[in-house]
């Protein structure tokens, strides 16, 4: 284990996992002087119905919920935060609810910033503005949906950034009646998204221990449930596990600076509106191997996570870097069935490639060169391995 | 946006859940009462806690569960005696003469010297229907001690003696944490003080 000179970790959210975990939302509520939150949902979250366990979680309680707003649908914008933050005043709330993750947390965020600052404008706080005021609670429902960012200190509102280590969630309540899988796609994005955050936060880098320990737990279930959940997708526990595996990987993704893969799945994402899950799914397998012929040092946590004690034992030390990245890509092979196995595949234009290429290396702050970009994302295109 | 589209949600009650909770505290409560005074290990446990020992097990939060009706009509030496099961708590102490009591279901005016509490309704429901015994809901973190731990975890040893004394073997193998073999408990003096705790706990 090599300890670094000096790094920083920082994670705020109380967990709270398991069976009944939402009926002890009130308590934390009250602990945290909060009574009345305003609940954000997806629609899809609605039409699944996953509303009606949440509002009972609730009976027998002192907990009013101010509304529940359940328009979101992939996209939060800085008008539907203004529109939350009439709803929130003028209802009295004090704390916020995402039940669901991806667009539904973000506006959640966006939210939390206009009524604890008491503003009507983010645009400061896209350039930077620290955020001054003590935020509301804010909790987070983990469903199938994610993003990644969910546990990060960033909201993605309109396209843009907000950063701020205050903007992580204060409690996430992991329920089995609220994380069940809608199918077979929707496991493989959100396994694509936790499975490529953990390998990268786990795999190579800057060495940073506890960011290591959150992606090499991520690992070790996703090693275990990952190929479960996408063959039957509505096991309860299967789904309980691969919200635990999102969680520990987006936690240790916001300690960690972002990896190659991350960077251009999410420019391709804003390029051509495909999902974020969908393009780290398809980009994965090319990046891990064009890492590895970069000769890529790889952490032997990678290998130990994935394949076990025994198998990381039995492999020769020198070999243990090179074999964790093949055991990575072998996992996600397992995703194959339900996600395109290349960009020509998603009809993604090729013309592109060298704008994504360029934007991805520019996110990456001098990390990875837009020629690196550019490699991983013409043989993702092609669909030809390394 | 038209805010009138989303209204406020009141939290509803389940009544019956409160009901059942509400009686099962009593049934235990009374239950304690009487095997004090019969089985060993429950007096040595009590034998073991400061004089003046009033502890208090109830579901939070407080404010969400109001007086029962009886509870507020009855006089004094009906509900301080805990005769009927009037509210979701049960509080158990020493009197004046060391003697361990059931003191009702209401813990105004009482000086509790521990608290413990189960956080929510469901929890307790859990707990009291046994699909979680009462160590795996302290693991689970579904109590709440206000006092002493080490009194509380007293009070845990005996409900566990309680429940292998009040439930027949295969639902009491659920609710405690390891039910006790013959050597431990000989059987015919398990069967013969439960005959004796129903007895004296159900008979005035």
């Known amino acids: 284990m090599q ?267 804003k390029a051509t509106g495909h999902s974020l899950g969908t393009c780290m799914g398809v980009l994965f397998p090319f990046g891990f191997g064009y890492l590895i012929k970069r000769n890529t040092p790889f952490s032997d946590g990678l290998l130990r996570s994935i394949a076990g004690f025994d198998a990381y034992a039995s492999t020769p030390a020198a070999e243990r870097s090179n074999r964790g990245a093949e055991k990575a890509i072998e996992l996600h092979g397992s995703l194959k069935r339900a996600l395109p196995e290349s960009l020509r595949a998603l009809r993604v234009q090729r013309y592109l490639l060298p704008r994504v290429g360029e934007a991805a290396a520019a996110a990456s702050r001098k990390q990875f060169s837009s020629n690196d970009c550019l490699t991983v994302l013409e043989h993702a295109w092609e669909g030809t391995l390394f | 946006m038209n805010i009138h589209k989303y209204p406020e949600y009141k939290p509803g009650k389940k009544l019956l859940s409160r009901m059942y909770v509400a009686l099962m505290l009593w049934v235990v409560g009374r239950a304690i009462q009487a095997a004090a005074k019969m089985d060993k290990d429950i007096k040595k446990e009590f034998s073991e806690l400061p004089d003046d020992f009033v502890m208090s097990l109830g579901i939070l939060p407080e404010e969400a569960y109001q007086p029962n009706f009886l509870a507020r009509i009855l006089p004094s030496f009906i509900t301080e005696r805990g005769i009927l099961p009037l509210g979701l708590y049960m509080i158990i102490g020493k009197d004046k003469k060391g003697r361990v009591r059931y003191m009702g279901s209401n813990p105004k005016g009482k000086r509790i010297t521990l608290q413990m509490a189960i956080k929510n309704l469901q929890a307790a429901m859990l707990v009291f229907t046994f699909r979680e015994s009462t160590t795996t809901a302290f693991a689970h973190d579904r109590f709440i001690v206000n006092g002493d731990l080490v009194q509380g975890l007293a009070i845990v040893r005996v409900l566990n003696v309680i429940e292998v004394y009040l439930l027949p073997k295969i639902i009491a193998k659920l609710a405690v944490k390891r039910y006790p073999k013959w050597s431990e408990m000989n059987p015919i003096r398990k069967h013969l003080l439960r005959i004796l705790i129903y007895l004296r706990a159900f008979t005035f």
Not at chain 1, 8 to 26: C, D, R, T, V, Y
Not at chain 1, 100 to 106: I, L, R, S, Y
Not at chain 1, 171 to 184: E, G, L, N
């Open chain 1, 3 to 269: 300890i670094p000179d000096y790094y920083e970790f920082l994670n705020q959210a109380k967990i709270l996992s398991g069976n009944k975990a939402l009926e002890h939302l009130s308590f934390e509520l009250r602990g945290h002087d909060a009574q009345k939150p305003l609940v954000l949902t997806s629609r899809a979250a609605s039409q699944r119905g996953l509303l009606k366990p949440f509002i009972k979680a609730f009976y027998d309680s002192t907990v009013v919920l101010g509304a529940i707003y359940d328009g979101i649908r992939d996209y939060a914008g800085i008008s539907l935060a203004r529109d939350l933050a009439e709803l929130f005043r003028s209802r009295g709330c004090d704390s916020i609810i995402a039940v669901g993750g991806g667009a539904v947390v973000n506006a959640a965020k966006a939210l939390n910033i206009l009524v604890s600052e008491k503003t009507d404008s983010l645009f400061d706080f896209f350039n930077g503005a620290p955020i001054t005021k003590q935020l509301k609670p804010l909790v987070f429902v983990p469903t199938c949906e994610t993003d990644g960012l969910e546990l990060s200190g960033m909201a993605k509102v309109d396209n843009r950034m907000i950063t701020s280590e205050l903007l992580m969630p204060t409690i996430v309540a992991v329920d089995p009646r609220m994380t069940p899988i809608c199918s077979k796609e929707c496991a493989a994005e959100t396994g694509a998204i936790s499975l490529t955050l953990a390998a990268e936060a786990a795999g190579y880098g800057s060495p940073a221990p506890m960011a290591e320990a959150y992606a090499e737990c991520a690992l070790q279930i996703l090693a275990e449930f990952m190929p479960k959940a996408v063959r039957r997708p509505g096991n309860k526990k299967t789904g309980v596990a691969l919200a635990n595996a999102a969680l520990c990987a987006s936690i240790a993704h916001a300690n960690k600076p972002a990896g190659i893969i991350f960077l251009i799945a999410d420019e391709l994402a």
